[in-house]
T-cell receptor
Framework: NAGVTQTPKFRVLKTGQSMTLLCAQDMNHEYMYWYRQDPGMGLRLIHYSVGEGTTAKGEVPDGYNVSRLKKQNFLLGLESAAPSQTSVYFC???????????????FGPGTRLTVL | AQKVTQAQTEISVVEKEDVTLDCVYETRDTTYYLFWYKQPPSGELVFLIRRNSFDEQNEISGRYSWNFQKSTSSFNFTITASQVVDSAVYFCALWVRAGKSTFGDGTTLTVKP
């Protein structure tokens, strides 16, 4: 049981390049989330998913796209990276509400992205 | 709209002092969940506690205790007899039925020996 994993752990991009961050969970969780954390700040929600095939915008969705084709995976894409997207990206998952009382939220270890 | 406010940006205490971290939240949902997370210097997020909107019982876990008051929309966190290892950034977070989540900006706690 690996929990929530994120790939890659570190990445350096040049402005305008594209990339995809992969989040995978093996806990059969319904909900998955992508956050960014800028230095000295809290986590801000980028996009989230309440189930396979669904996605929704969070607080700061511009410049990002997501897909949840499989329940266990949640992909975050940057089509044209900008220096303002330099941040640490965290993925999280949690079970549906009926099961929430029995479990807690799980976060991945984070991906440190630098855009030059 | 939902919002989480952690008014204390930074707190510095001397070891063995008690310290309380404040969290005030706003939501129109009647069913919601409140959390506290710890982020040590290593960067990972460590889950500390979860409380749902129907359970106002306070909780104590070792040196940690939490005070949830719906009347004031607050979910405060107290560390008793603080230790150097408690130094970290602490986040309060709010989750609602629709799936959205909101984090506060965090409180940086420094415990000096």
């Amino acid at each position: 049981n690996a929990g929530v994993t994120q790939t890659p752990k570190f990445r350096v991009l040049k402005t305008g390049q594209s990339m995809t961050l992969l989040c995978a969970q093996d806990m059969n969780h319904e909900y998955m989330y992508w956050y960014r954390q800028d230095p000295g700040m809290g986590l801000r929600l980028i996009h989230y998913s309440v189930g396979e095939g669904t996605t929704a915008k969070g607080e700061v969705p511009d410049g990002y796209n997501v897909s949840r084709l499989k329940k266990q995976n949640f992909l975050l894409g940057l089509e044209s990276a900008a220096p303002s997207q330099t941040s640490v990206y965290f993925c999280a998952s949690r079970p549906g509400l009926s099961k929430l009382a029995g479990g807690s939220q799980f976060f991945g270890p984070g991906t440190r992205l630098t855009v030059l | 709209a939902q919002k989480v406010t952690q008014a204390q940006t930074e707190i510095s205490v001397v070891e063995k002092e008690d310290v309380t971290l404040d969290c005030v939240y706003e939501t129109r949902d009647t069913t919601y969940y409140l959390f506290w997370y710890k982020q040590p210097p290593s960067g990972e997020l460590v889950f500390l506690i979860r409380r749902n909107s129907f359970d106002e019982q306070n909780e104590i876990s070792g040196r940690y205790s939490w005070n949830f008051q719906k009347s004031t929309s607050s979910f405060n966190f107290t560390i008793t007899a603080s230790q150097v290892v408690d130094s970290a950034v602490y986040f309060c977070a709010l989750w609602v039925r629709a799936g959205k989540s909101t984090f506060g900006d965090g409180t940086t706690l420094t415990v000096k020996p």
